[in-house]
Antibody, heavy 117, light 110 residues
Framework: QVQLVESGGGVVQPGRSLRLSCAAS????????MHWVRQAPGKGLEWVAV????????YYTDSVKGRFTISRDNSKNTLYLQMNSLRVEDTAVYYC??????????WGQGTLVAVSS | QSALTQPASVSGSPGQSITISCTGT?????????VSWYQQHPGKAPKLLIY???DRPSGVSNRFSGSKSGNTASLTISGLQAEDEADYYC??????????FGSGTKVTVL
C-alpha cells in the first residue's frame, strides 16, 4: 500500500536551516508529482511547494520563494524540502503528499518543525 | 495566492444533509475542474474525499458528493453521521501551476 514517511523535523533557531525528507513506498514514485503542505498549530492547511514527477518543474508559495527548495531523488524514492533562513512563522507540521494531475490522494503523517529562539 | 473562502463552521443533526461552499476566482476554482475536498480529523493527516470537482476515490462513502457553479465549489454530506465531525478543506489548482487550499470548515454533528 502507499506509504509516505516524513522525517527531519525538530526545533531550530530563526535564521537556521533544516532539511525534511519523505520516504515513499508502495507505488512507482517516479510517476507522480509530489507536494509539501504545512499546517501551523491550530491553523488550516497551507500549500508550500510542488515538484513534477521527473523533477523538471517546481513551484512555490510566495512566502517561501527563495528560502525553500523542493527536490527529489527518484532512485531513492525520496522527496526533500530544504528550508533555509527559517522564520518563526514557518513553525508547522509539514506533510508530503502524492499528486497525479492535481489529485492529491495520499499524505504522510507529518513532521513537526518548530522555529524558536 | 489567497486562500479559497469557506465558512468557518457548519453544523447539522445526524441524518441531515449539509453543504460546505468554497469560493475562489477564475484563476483557481472557477477556472479549472481540479477542485478537491479533504477531511481532517484532529491530529490526523488529511484524507482525500473528492477530486476533479465531483469524483470520489475508491473507498470513500457515496454520502460525500461535490459540485461546482461558477467560482464556487460545494461539498455535500448526506446522512450526516457522528464520524463526519471533522475539519474540511477544499483545494484547487491555480493558473500559476501552484495549489491553494480553502480556509477550512469545522463540521459539528449536533
Amino acid at each position: 500500500q502507499v506509504q509516505l514517511v516524513e522525517s527531519g523535523g525538530g526545533v531550530v533557531q530563526p535564521g537556521r536551516s533544516l532539511r525534511l525528507s519523505c520516504a515513499a513506498s508502495g507505488f512507482t514514485f517516479s510517476a507522480y508529482g509530489m507536494h509539501w503542505v504545512r499546517q501551523a498549530p491550530g491553523k488550516g492547511l497551507e500549500w508550500v511547494a510542488v515538484i513534477w514527477y521527473d523533477g523538471s518543474n517546481e513551484y512555490y508559495t510566495d512566502s517561501v520563494k527563495g528560502r525553500f527548495t523542493i527536490s527529489r531523488d527518484n532512485s531513492k524514492n525520496t522527496l526533500y524540502l530544504q528550508m533555509n533562513s527559517l522564520r518563526v512563522e514557518d513553525t508547522a507540521v509539514y506533510y508530503c503528499a502524492r499528486d497525479l494531475r492535481w489529485k492529491v490522494d495520499s499524505w504522510g503523517q507529518g513532521t513537526l518543525v518548530a522555529v524558536s529562539s | 495566492q489567497s486562500a479559497l473562502t469557506q465558512p468557518a463552521s457548519v453544523s447539522g443533526s445526524p441524518g441531515q444533509s449539509i453543504t460546505i461552499s468554497c469560493t475562489g476566482t477564475s484563476s483557481d476554482a472557477g477556472g479549472y475542474d481540479y477542485v478537491s475536498w479533504y477531511q481532517q480529523h484532529p491530529g490526523k493527516a488529511p484524507k482525500l474525499l473528492i477530486y476533479n470537482v465531483s469524483d470520489r476515490p475508491s473507498g470513500v462513502s457515496n454520502r460525500f458528493s461535490g459540485s461546482k457553479s461558477g467560482n464556487t465549489a460545494s461539498l455535500t454530506i448526506s446522512g450526516l453521521q457522528a464520524e463526519d465531525e471533522a475539519d474540511y478543506y477544499c483545494g484547487s489548482y491555480t493558473t500559476f501551476s501552484t495549489y491553494v487550499f480553502g480556509s477550512g470548515t469545522k463540521v459539528t454533528v449536533l
